[in-house]
């Protein structure tokens, strides 16, 4: 993978498309606007902003921010180390993509700083798209093709042996045609262990949330041909 570093301004933008100055400069915007936390259960630490660039449409800019007792002291920086966390992010979409499962369309990412940073990542726009949490009150009749169409991308995840650290139905998109989309992929590592360990992974942390935040019980209603 070949990916451009540009930059413009204050910020460090990488991405592996042509970028013209006009997309560069409705970015750069983007970065600067206020950005607004998704809401939803288990939205998380999650701030974005949409916007619509030339010649490639709706995009969402997802915005790092701190989770914890420390947010309240650096919300927005982080301390390098390696990559950026949009950098990571981003190589670790077109990872999923390479490999089969489903996740927003990247974009680019960006950072302004050197060893102390902020940074974001973005992304296409899945229009009409809900998460997993929110569909199993909205629409719980879907909530079963969703679950077996989530079931598919996590095998593969599982027969390549990748852990999405942060797995649970706030990080699960479904759009209106039922198609899956999983998000939030910056912490997504590769496990050692085995594949019957690593799938019981998935099914424990998902169900767990599922309980934590009083989801319906169904979300953790997979069968054995779900392989989760």
């Known amino acids: 993978m070949t990916l451009n570093y540009i930059t413009h301004g204050l910020y460090t933008i990488g991405t592996n498309r042509q970028l013209t100055s006009r997309h560069l400069d409705q970015l750069a915007g983007g970065f600067q606007s206020s950005d607004r936390s998704a809401v939803g259960t288990l939205g998380g630490r999650r701030s974005i902003t949409r916007l619509h660039i030339d010649t490639i449409g709706p995009v969402i800019i997802k915005h790092f921010c701190r989770g914890g007792l420390l947010a309240h002291l650096v919300h927005r920086t982080y301390f ?119 799938r019981s992974k998935y099914h424990r942390r998902w169900c767990r949330a599922v309980r934590k935040h009083g989801l319906p019980a169904v979300l953790c209603e997979f069968s054995a041909d779900d392989q989760l």
């Open 80 to 198: 390098r180390v390696g990559k950026t966390r949009g950098q990571g992010e981003f190589e670790q979409m077109l990872r999923f993509r390479q490999l089969g499962v489903q996740t927003p369309e990247p974009v680019a990412f960006a950072y302004k700083g050197g060893l102390f940073y902020t940074t974001w990542l973005v992304t296409r726009e899945i229009q009409s798209v809900q998460s997993m949490a929110q569909l199993s009150r909205t629409a719980p009749h879907r909530v079963a093709q969703a679950l077996g169409a989530l079931a598919r991308q996590v095998a593969i995840l599982v027969d390549h042996g990748v852990l999405h650290a942060d797995f649970h139905p706030g990080n699960v998109l479904i759009d209106d045609q039922d198609q899956v989309y999983v998000i939030d992929l910056d912490k997504a590592r590769t496990y050692s262990g085995s594949q019957a360990k690593l």
